[in-house]
């Protein structure tokens, strides 16, 4: 099972905190559903936006990017425990205010 916790979406980029379930079963013969990697939740993220952005081009006429809709590659960290997961939590939540100060801002935040 995946979840997902804190997250903003912000003008240029998307912060947010993904909880994977392991489902640990202690019998390894048991058919049970591997959770899948952060790399294929990011996968399948990116590529679910991504067609419901071409979509919205062609029937709400959204402006069309041109290049790459999503970078390559993205940023993980390993939340250990507790503390640091109520870091990473204000670190999401203030980020929309620092916007201004954002060195790759193209617009004004809505």
């Known amino acids: 099972m995946v979840n997902l916790d804190a997250h903003v979406i912000m003008p240029n980029h998307f912060h947010g905190i993904v909880i994977i379930a392991t489902g640990q079963d202690p019998e390894p013969h048991n058919n049970a559903i591997k959770a899948p990697s952060l790399a ?58 620092k916007w201004l100060e954002d060195t790759e801002n193209l617009a004004p935040f809505p």
């Open 40 to 97: 294929t939740v990011v996968q399948w993220f990116k590529t679910m936006t991504t067609n419901a952005y071409l979509r919205a081009i062609k029937t709400d006429g959204w402006p069309q990017v041109h290049g790459r809709l999503w970078q390559r590659n993205y940023y993980e960290h390993v939340v250990r425990n507790d503390v640091d997961l109520e870091r990473i939590r204000a670190y999401i939540q203030a980020n929309p205010a």
